[in-house]
Structure formats: C-alpha cells, structure tokens
C-alpha cells in the first residue's frame, strides 16, 4: 500500500505533527510507503512530489508551516485538472490520498471522492475553526494564544497614550479567533462576521470606557461588516478559489472612531503573524491524534471521510458533511460576551 500526502490552503500550525504521525503509525504498524505531494493540489497536478518516510519526518513535531509545501492551487478549475490527478496518482502507484486542508482544499477531496472514484482521507485545518463536523480544527488554539498575548500587550501601549488600539484579527466567514481572544484578553469590543456592527455603538463602548479612565481595546475579525456598508477592503483580488484578500476594516475602524469620538486610534494587523511558528501543546496533540486516526481511516479502507474531534473521541465523519456549511460564531454565544462591551 503505497498513501500519499497533501497540506492544501493557507497553512497553519500542526500540519507537521499530523504529517509524522500519519507516517510514523503508518511505516512502523502497517508498513505502508508513503509519497509526500508538493504544495497541496497542485502536487497530484504537476506529479511534484517528495520523500516521505520516518527519516524525513525526524524533528518536524515542533516546526510551524508544512514540509509539503501548501498554496490554493484548484484542480477543479484546471484544464483536464481531474485527470491529471488521477493520471499522476497512478504514475505514483497511489493507492489512497490523505488530504489535509480547509474548506477549499477537503472540498476538492470531496469532490474526487465522490464523484471520481479516489480514494481520500481528510484531516481538517484552519487557524479559523470553521469547519463543520469538529468542535475544533488544529491551528485555531495557537493562533488564540498569539492574538491573546498581543492584546495582553495593546493594552499596557493603549493605556500610556490613552489611546484606542484596534486589533485586526483572521477569520473569513467566522469571528471564533477573535470572539475568543478578545474575551482572553479582556477587549472592550468585539465585532465579528457573523454579527454586522453599528459604527455609533462601537464609538458609544468607546467613549464609555474612556469615561472609566481606561483606555480600549478593539478587537475586528477582518471578515466583519458595519451595518450599513459594504466589506472594507484593502484591495479586491482574488485568490484561485475565488475568495477576495481580506483585511482593512481595522485601518477603517480606527479611521471613523477617531473622526466620531475624538480620541487617538491606530490599528494593528496580526495577519500572518497568527498563522506562523511553533504550534501550541495543544494543537500538536489535536494534529497528532488526526493523524493516527486518519492512516487508521486508510487501512479500514474507510474513504470519503474526514477525522474530526467531537468532545474527546476522535470520530470519522462523511467528508461532504463537513464542507457543506461553515461553522459559525452562535449569536447567543456573542450575546454572552457582550457583557465586556464597554
Ligand atoms: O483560511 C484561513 C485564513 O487564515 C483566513 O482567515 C484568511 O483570510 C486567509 O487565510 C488568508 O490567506 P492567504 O493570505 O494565504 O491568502
């Protein structure tokens, strides 16, 4: 049994610990080969691949990003790109793939899945925690951890200067980084994608806690909206599965404060900053049990189904199932935290 292995989308921390468990498990109890895919779809495109066995997963535990390389390449939208997958899958004499991606990149897997006949395993990633089917995806808790300490040191600048300081955080469709480490870092607001915000509201938290001598904190998912207006962007491309580069609502949001309140507003942007380095405890554990359940999945034979954590156990759940539809912030959730408002 020969597996290959992919790390598809924007990378986040973890994706090494799964790599080497899948191999690790994989070589020493069932003895398969294994055939890393360079750069996520775009490996069983181009047939760019690499060595994959117990010496060249030596060490990569703690690494930050993918060994395999990772970009947003879409078969899908390729010129006879099925084909070429299935064509170089053979080449490699590859018996079944173990996908590890996002939205985008499972979506895929779903697809050939379902509909091509190849045999795929998924892992879910993303530093934003919105796939359906896991109560969490690796990535997310380092990413919270980053964020979190950067607030923690906002705070100390913000109250020098008496200032307000806005924190751009990741999170497309879903608030969770920023639900979760503006409640960890104690923000006074927190806007999400999920919920459009009211530019006087915001500045009325604001003025509120200046009047309690503090200074705030303003924590924004780059996905979120005011209420009345469109998604501020920065620039409006594209990436290849179509989605537009976020970021610049936090230079928005500082901008209209300062112009409706008054007072002294700047705006940092933790971008990829909350994407790099090493993962968390945490996240090496949630990477590295997906990755014994996922080569377990491959010698069930068990394909189209992507590993998940639900409570505790590691589960395996239909791949379609988990890509069909985001996993959202629940309103009442930020209903919750609304009492830090202020
Ligand atoms: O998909 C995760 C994510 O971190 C999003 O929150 C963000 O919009 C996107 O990746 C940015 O990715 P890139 O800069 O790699 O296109």
């Known amino acids: 049994m020969r597996v290959g292995v992919l790390t598809g989308g924007g990378d986040c ?20 080969d294994f055939t890393g895919f360079r750069d996520g779809w775009r490996g069983p495109l ?23 390389g990772s970009s947003r390449t879409n078969p899908l939208q390729s010129e006879n790109g099925i084909h070429r997958v299935k064509e170089n899958l053979a080449k490699c004499e590859v018996d079944a793939l173990i996908v590890i991606g996002g939205e985008d990149t499972l979506g895929v897997a779903t697809r050939l899945s379902d509909e091509y006949g190849v045999k795929c395993v998924g892992v879910p990633k993303t530093i934003d925690n919105d796939l359906s089917a896991t109560d969490y995806t690796f990535g997310f ?5 980053i964020a979190t300490e950067a607030i923690d040191r906002l705070h100390t600048t913000a109250e020098s200067h008496m200032r307000v300081l806005v924190v751009e955080v990741m999170g497309r469709h879903a608030g969770w980084i920023a639900l979760h480490s503006g409640l ?19 500045c009325g938290w604001i003025t509120s806690r200046f009047k309690a001598s503090y200074a705030p904190i303003v ?23 179509g989605h537009v580069r ?8 500082a901008k209209e404060i300062e112009k409706r309140t008054g007072k002294e507003a700047r705006t940092t942007v933790l971008g990829h900053v909350q994407r790099g380095g090493t993962p968390s405890a945490f996240d090496r554990w949630l990477a590295t049990r997906f990755g014994l359940h996922a080569i377990e999945a491959v010698r069930d034979g068990d394909f189209g189904k992507m590993v998940a954590l639900q409570g505790t156990h590691i589960v395996r759940v239909p ?15 930020y209903t919750e935290v609304g009492v830090f408002f202020g």
């Open 184 to 202: 960890a870092g104690g923000a006074n607001v927190i806007l999400i994608p999920e919920q459009r915000f009211d530019i006087e509201r915001v």
């Open 219 to 241: 924590v924004v998912a780059e996905g979120a909206m005011p209420k009345d207006g469109e998604m501020v962007l920065k620039d409006g491309t594209l990436d290849s599965f």
């Open 46 to 68: 181009e047939g760019d691949t690499v060595r994959l066995d117990i010496p060249a997963v030596r060490g990569i535990l703690p690494r930050g990003g993918t060994i395999l």
């Open 13 to 32: 921390p973890g994706l090494n610990a799964v790599i080497r468990a899948v191999v690790r498990k994989g070589v020493q109890e069932y003895g398969y």
């Open 319 to 333: 791949m379609g199932e988990a890509t069909a539809r985001l996993k959202t912030v629940d309103p009442e959730l």
């Open 141 to 145: 808790n380092t990413a919270v951890g």
């Open 246 to 253: 976020l970021s610049g609502v936090g230079e928005w949001l």
